[in-house]
């Protein structure tokens, strides 16, 4: 459709730049007594819908654990939020092994429960500064937690997604030309070599350069010659060195895409969810692009028209 009408040719494809960014889960900021409340929730919600019978629900408490948790913590009365703490966990641990001792035997339920039990087995043994793997949401086991090194937002919780667009404006903007999630926080270097082959395939135009920036360092793309970092001088000249100062365009295009799309908070579910919401971001983000621009060439058109059928007044006579 951009093609067709105009809004981009085909010479725009050869120049790309690309970079990640993080596409937030539907998921509230993590604390780890958000994650035992969540736990204790979640299992008991599951226990009343398959009919499961508990000795006691531990709800009320453990809302008020919760809540008193996060008061100590900003009061910094540590001593009082580690009881806290302790509470939660013993309670959580009490209510798997209730769940796990009813359900023995029916092999219908140990299934239905067996990933949420596992679940609330690692939420109640993970530390907050162990190292290696952590669940970060009950419901949604597939949040990671990314540091891009924003003052604003030290840590964002969701996935990693990759964004390649146009390095030169085209005639309707600058069009995002591949958009995928990237499960497991890569290395943004170890993912350049799949951008650029996934691109070439979906546009059938081979990529000349790419623009990227110091996060990029030691990446994998198969002619590394082609790839032009920011702040590099070796190499840099001429039309590149315009081209490589146009790099930070895809910053505004990635807020448009979180401001104006869903890439800013994804409520789809599992890492299908995360893929799909990536990939239609994009596509509504194109879409807004193409239907500014027939709006303008509409608007034109018909101004053309107007001026067209307009009479041209008669002079005035000389007095």
Known sequence: MAHDSGALATRHLARVTVDTTVQPKNVTFLTDAKLLHAAIKGLNRLARRHGVKLRQSYERVARRAAMMAGRYAHAKQFKRHHRE???????????????RRRIVGDTALEDAFAA????????????QRQRGWKLYSFHAPEVECIGKGKARAPYEFGVKVSIV??????????????????????????????????????????????????????????????????????????????ELRRRSAIEPVI?????????????????????????????????????????????????????????????????
């Not at 703490?85 to 769940?99: E, K, N, Q, S, T």
């Not at 949420?116 to 530390?127: E, F, K, V, Y």
């Not at 307009?310 to 000389?318: E, M």
């Open 255 to 319: 807020g448009h895409m979180k401001a104006e799309g869903h890439l800013d908070r994804n409520y789809l579910k599992g890492r299908d969810g995360d893929a799909a919401n990536a990939v239609l971001s994009a596509v509504g983000y194109n879409l807004r692009l193409v239907l500014a621009w027939l709006r303008t060439f509409v608007r034109r058109f018909l101004a053309a028209m107007i001026a067209a059928s307009t009479p041209l007044s008669a002079p005035k006579p000389a007095s």
């Open 85 to 99: 703490m302790r509470f939660l966990r013993i309670r959580l641990g009490r209510l798997v092994r209730d769940i």
């Open 165 to 242: 667009t146009t390095n030169a404006r085209a005639p309707g903007g600058q069009f995002v030309l591949h958009a995928k999630a990237l499960p497991g926080n890569p290395y943004d270097g170890h993912t350049l070599k799949a951008a650029i082959e996934d691109t070439q395939k979906l546009t059938g135009r081979e990529i000349e350069r790419v623009y990227v920036d110091k996060g990029y360092r030691g990446h994998d793309a198969p002619r590394p010659r082609s790839v032009f970092i920011s702040g590099q001088k070796r190499g840099v000249f001429g039309v590149i060195k315009r």
């Open 116 to 127: 949420p039990l596992a679940r609330a087995d690692q939420i109640r043994s993970q530390r």
